[in-house]
């Protein structure tokens, strides 16, 4: 998920929420398609900017069918590449489980005990409570949630060193950057507790022993693709960032969309206060779209920020076919996606983040280094109203397991079985 940086006010950064078929076919030629889809990494300015390719560049025609070809497999069987940064389209393959790491096997018999910390009060951090629940109940560890009382860096503060007062074997937390509890952090490292974040990278500060991003690199080039696909190599594309939104990683896009010679894509910047404020930011993008003209797509910076505001604004404006493209799906925007509102989303398994999470700890209390966070390889699914799943957690999780089993290597390694109970967790 991918998340967003420190640097970003309190309230922005608490919107962020987060949310198969198998193709029988050669492995190598599904590689070669993909590998064929490879287009320029050059991303594109921070600031506002216009491109229409560059020397070397993909022509639009085979921009497009680069484009298709990747989008043709992501809805089908997933696809996967490095887990953060901008991803070269070449290295965006056809997921399967050997890319994953393997779980490290449980082999301690000490207890383990948990507080998980989370200060968003839906989408990614109660579900992941539900599931550090489960999998703690399974494993006989002790796990206790400490969600804070209101989304702000001051609560966040204060749940982590209610944590802290726990002296638990971890602390996870999801979404709480390291510059927001940093003292925290520090007790925790002088007290021997291992500390986790889930969703974010090392973009949003140095101070945890493990992070667990969510393939957010490869999410924005699906996004890209499907502007190129669709425009048929003609996309004018605007994306939306916000000062700090670094862990969104809109470079992405920019870099994906490089490869088209056919497009132009600008980016427009918005001060991140505006985002929690449904009347300010139906009115910047209002503003934005008062002097285009032609606009295909606007490229969102997380599915978890205000969606249906920046709808009503697109719907008044001249250009009012622009398509809202979004990633770091939450079920909300899978409503969305059925009622015809978004034309695709995309997501990276929500329990798969905490899965990996689960399997750092294992790593740690056993003496081992937590894996890297470029280590992972997550499986990232393309939904349009045709091929998506009901806008609820238990039946996305299903869907993504049908595109591929990422469940059975944890529950191999950590001799347990819940995957149905896995599927029964909704919210």
């Known amino acids: 998920m991918s998340r967003l940086a420190h640097q970003q006010p309190d309230a922005v950064r608490h919107y962020r929420t987060r949310t198969r078929r198998t193709v029988v076919t050669s492995a190598i030629g599904v590689a070669a398609l993909l590998l064929a889809v490879a287009c320029s990494s050059t991303p594109a300015g921070s600031s506002k900017a216009s491109s229409s390719g560059t020397a070397g560049t993909a022509t639009g025609s085979t921009a497009v069918s680069k484009a298709q070809a990747l989008l043709k497999y992501a809805a089908s069987v997933a696809v996967t590449g490095p887990s953060t940064g901008v991803v070269p389209a070449d290295q965006i393959v056809p997921w399967k489980q050997s890319l994953m790491p393997v779980p490290a096997t449980l082999k301690t018999k000490k207890p383990i005990s948990i507080d998980f910390v989370y200060d968003i009060p839906v989408g990614f951090g109660p579900y992941a409570a539900h599931v550090l629940q489960l999998i703690g109940a399974k494993l006989g560890w002790q796990v206790k949630v400490i969600p804070a009382t209101a989304p702000t860096q001051q609560a966040a503060l204060a749940a982590m060193d209610a944590a802290l007062l726990d002296k ?31 969703h974010q990278d090392l973009t949003t500060g140095k101070g945890y022993d493990a992070y667990v991003p969510d393939g957010e690199g490869v999410q924005k080039a699906l996004v890209a693709a499907y502007a190129i696909a669709q425009s048929n ?53 209002a503003a934005k779209l008062a002097t285009e003209s032609g606009l295909g797509y606007m490229v969102w910076p997380d599915g978890g920020l205000p969606i249906t505001t920046v709808l009503t604004a697109i719907a008044a404006s001249p250009d009012k076919d622009t398509k809202l493209l979004v990633n770091d799906a939450q079920p909300a ?33 056993q003496g081992q280094q937590p894996l890297a966070e470029t280590a992972l390889r997550f499986p990232v699914s393309y939904w349009t109203p045709g091929n998506s799943p009901a806008p609820n957690f238990s039946a996305i999780t299903s869907a993504e397991l049908k595109q591929g089993d990422w469940l059975s290597p944890y529950e191999k390694a950590w001799h347990i079985q819940f995957k149905s109970a896995l599927l029964a967790i909704s919210s």
């Open 168 to 198: 638990p074997t971890a602390i996870i937390a999801s979404v709480i950057p390291a510059t927001y509890d940093a003292p925290a952090l520090a007790q925790a490292k002088a007290e021997g507790i291992h500390t986790i974040l889930m």
């Open 333 to 365: 925007d899978i409503q969305l996606l059925k009622a015809g509102q978004i034309p695709i989303v995309v997501e990276a398994p929500a329990a798969l983040i905490v899965l990996a999470a689960v399997d750092d700890l294992i790593r740690m209390v």
């Open 233 to 285: 190599g003609a996309a004018k594309t605007m994306l939306v960032e916000a000062p700090g939104f670094s862990d969104v990683n809109m470079p992405a896009v920019s870099a994906y969309l490089a490869g088209c010679s056919g497009c132009t894509t600008q980016i427009e910047n918005i001060n991140p206060n505006d985002f929690v404020n449904p009347i300010q930011i139906q009115s910047d993008i």
